[in-house]
């Protein structure tokens, strides 16, 4: 395949360019001053319709990512143990060679994809890793999405129909805010976009409304908050059910606008029923009057939204928690109400049909852990490598991942990772994980590549469109992201090493076109196609295939259906942004339930409630529990290699209770040694009352001291990686790693 040579004009003039910022969740709009290909300055673009100006401090290192000397720009082949440069035409050779044959042999899922998170930051990753996964047809498909948020979209499956239909706090018109498990004063935000989360957290509070945060630890956003509800780790859906209880107890229940468009609430009113809030009180720490007060105050706001994060699903039981959330935004009325729990109606969403959301079509060789979305539980990933038998994954594939560090019980993980047959990555990095990759193909950095979020524009606080075109061409030699994707597709289904990048594309946007011209429910049913082919902005790639998107969006433009609607060329005319105004009711008309209404009481989640019960009288015996934490300068493991990020006071340590530090003997600035079952790191000691009795903490991504990583800054602040403690466990309806209220054993080292 052959690349163009590439000028740059060299000007001494300075440009300025605006783009959505994709390293986060928060999808904040930045001002751009370049020249020559140098980034000059980066800062928040107060004309962008939905951050005015917001940033966080990795939204001003696109530049330094670019410029890193160690992101990777060749693909590397590994040869006796190390990494060298190699062509594109040697490394897909070298693919074919391998994985072909393994494939004719065992099948594809013999071959297991890793999906790291910075996927669904990426138009390429959205797009054409979905379009990859069709082509090999693998069920070994495993994601950062059952390391943190699975249980959410098991819920929504369960009781909206729809694993994506997911509600968001309405922050900007809400009167008060529960929040659980969530600290987006340092996360900037999770499963709720929203640039400025402080900002809007202030503004609750300034406008007479409440925030209450309950956290084991006094985070910034807890401290920020007008009440922090200190709770044991693990125990948030106690609490959970406890309010629901109170709720019912004493007749607060009012459904508002969906009345007649709720079913279950009786077999609701009787699982919560033993969840007393004196029952829980031992178990989660939280005061009996202060769980009476709480579901008072929710339920006697005008509006209300309960939002539960990170803590509450990477936990034991993260479906119950979230499933009690969205009981709860139901009962009180908030549920698609303004100012509580709403759904945002992205301009790229696309019809839905109704039918009963199952999981469980295919299941884990080894545990017969099922697939819930299509995917596995990356906790069982080691165990589906290194168990012998039928079936096993003997090769790799990961996208933008790094699990070795991201993902449960990592020690293990390392080990099936280095007994792999072969293993290819699409990363920009030499991390801790594409280090056993024999092929690490290069992916393209946030600058050389067009932005719109398809993932965030669907959990968004506003309903926005924002459409960032690449700022500079690729490096000379280099493929995009999506060519590389299409181009693996292409070699491991057998149709050779150097296939036709752009004819395969068309064959993919072929079928997309061809499936929504005959589908009944589409804008397009009933067109020509070739029309619409023909039609479609931009030559080819995620652009073409954004243009589709939002031409047949709920405001598309309908290939002339609406002159003034959707497209991509609109959204091209407007760099800041597009607000499609605040979020607006959409039940019941958008329910993906079969039965049309909200579902609250599926009997997968009914039947889990029992093991909630022994969770009330499980005994802690003073033994220590470990959470994690978030820091705004980390982005799980990725950003650790620019060294603003890095710099400064060391930020992945250990902290611990006074109380705890004493009696343990450990010293402020000493180091402890911190054991699970799992594994034993060794940490900076941080002693804080911050943190509630009992608890210890330790932030996750880190651990960068492994051989054979080139991430020199990285390194050089390498931390201690957290994962070697977690165990495996999992929340057995979601496949949830667990993360949070893991037992562990600290003494000084
Ligand atoms: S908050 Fe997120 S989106 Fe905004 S600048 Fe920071 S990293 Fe980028």
């Known amino acids: 395949m052959s690349q163009a040579t590439r000028f740059i004009f060299v000007t001494t003039e300075l440009s300025i360019d605006y783009r959505t910022c994709p390293l986060c969740e928060a999808t904040c709009g930045l001002e751009v001053s370049h020249r020559n290909e140098e980034v000059v300055r980066i800062r928040g673009d107060r004309d962008d319709v939905f951050s005015h100006g917001f940033i966080c401090p990795k939204g001003s290192t696109l530049g330094k990512l670019d410029k890193d000397p160690d992101r990777l720009r060749a693909p590397l082949i590994k040869r006796d143990g190390r990494h060298v440069a190699a062509t594109w035409d040697e490394a897909f050779a070298l693919i074919e060679e391998k994985l072909t044959p393994l494939i004719a042999e065992d099948g594809p899922n013999v071959v297991g994809v890793y999906l790291g998170n910075p996927n669904v930051h990426s138009m390429s990753g959205s797009l054409y890793g ?18 943190d948020q699975m249980p959410k979209h098991l819920t929504s499956g369960y009781m909206f129909g729809h694993p994506d239909l997911i509600p968001v706090p309405d922050l900007d018109r809400t009167d008060y805010l529960l929040m659980l498990g969530a600290n987006p004063h340092e996360s900037n935000g999770s499963l709720a976009t929203a640039p400025d989360w402080p900002g809007r957290m202030e503004a609750i509070s300034a406008r007479g ?36 209880n109170v709720m019912f107890g004493e007749g607060l229940i009012s459904l508002g606008r969906l009345d007649d468009h709720v079913e279950g609430l009786d077999q609701v009113a009787a699982a919560v029923e033993a969840f007393t809030p004196e029952s829980i009180e031992p178990a989660t720490g939280v005061p009996a ?43 009180t009325g908030n549920l698609d109400n303004p100012g509580g729990a709403m ?18 079509r295919w299941t884990t060789r080894v545990n017969g852990r099922h697939e819930v979305r299509g995917e596995l539980a990356v906790s069982e990933l080691a165990n589906e490598i290194l168990e012998p038998g039928e079936g096993r994954i003997k090769a790799m594939v990961t996208i933008a991942g790094n699990p070795v560090l991201s993902t449960p019980d990592s020690d293990r993980l390392d080990e099936a990772l280095r007994s792999l047959e072969f293993m290819v990555a699409v990363d920009i990095y030499l991390n ?27 959990l968004s606080v506003r309903n926005i469109a924002n459409y960032s075109p690449a700022l500079y061409e690729l490096e000379d030699g280099s493929l995009d992201e999506w060519q590389v994707l299409l181009r693996l597709g292409a070699t491991l289904t057998g149709q050779g090493s150097d296939p036709d990048v752009d004819t395969i594309d068309d064959a993919v946007f072929a079928m997309t076109v061809g499936s929504a ?37 709920p405001y598309g433009e309908g290939y002339g259906a609406d002159p003034d609607g959707m497209s991509l060329s609109k959204l091209r005319e407007a760099p800041h942004g597009i607000d499609l105004g605040p979020l607006r009711p959409r039940f019941p008309d958008d329910l993906c339930t079969p039965s049309g209404k909200v579902e ?63 009696r343990i003997g450990l010293d402020p600035g000493g180091n402890a040694k911190v054991s699970s079952s799992a594994g034993t790191v060794v940490a900076p000691v941080e002693v804080t009352d911050e943190i509630m009795t009992g608890v210890v903490s330790l932030p996750h991504g880190w651990g960068h001291d492994m051989d054979g990583s080139q991430m ?21 309806l979601s496949g949830n790693a667990v993360l949070n209220g893991i037992p562990v054993e600290v003494v000084p080292a």
């Open 343 to 360: 759904f945002p109606k992205a301009a790229h969403e696309q019809r839905r049909s109704r039918r009963r959301f199952e999981t469980g």
């Open 517 to 553: 011209v005959a589908d009944a429910s589409s804008p397009l049913h009933g067109r020509n196609p070739e029309e619409i082919f023909s039609a479609t902005d931009g030559a080819r790639g995620p652009d073409r295939m954004l243009d589709f998107l939002l031409r047949t969006g």
């Open 130 to 147: 979905r379009a990859f996964l069709k082509m090999l047809r693998t069920r070994s498909i495993f994601s950062a999405a059952t390391v």
């Open 209 to 244: 409304g409440k925030v209450v945060v309950v956290d084991p630890r006094l985070t910034k956003s807890a401290r920020a908050a007008d009440e922090h509800v200190p709770i044991r780790p693990g125990t948030d859906p106690l609490f959970l059910f406890a309010l629901a």
């Open 432 to 458: 801790e994980t594409t280090r056993h990759a024999d092929v690490i193909l290069p992916g393209t950095t946030p600058l050389r590549r067009p932005h719109y979020d398809f993932a965030f524009y669907q």
């Open 712 to 732: 020199s800054i990285a390194a050089s602040r390498a931390g201690v990686n957290s994962n070697r403690l977690s165990t495996g466990a999992m929340d057995p």
């Open 600 to 662: 609250l009481a599926r009997e997968e989640l009914l039947a889990d409630v029992e093991r909630l019960h022994a969770l009330m009288a499980r005994e802690t015996n003073g033994q220590l529990t470990l959470i994690g934490r978030r820091d705004v300068r980390s982005n799980n493991s990725w950003m650790h290699n620019v060294d603003v990020l890095v710099k400064g006071r060391e930020r992945c340590t250990l902290q611990i209770n006074p109380e705890d530090a004493d």
């Open 289 to 331: 009057a202060t769980t009476q007060r709480i579901a008072r105050e929710l339920a006697g706001a005008d509006t209300a939204a309960i939002y539960g994060r990170i803590g509450t699903h990477t936990a034991e039981f993260g479906t119950l928690a979230s499933w009690m959330t969205d009981v709860l935004n139901v009962i």
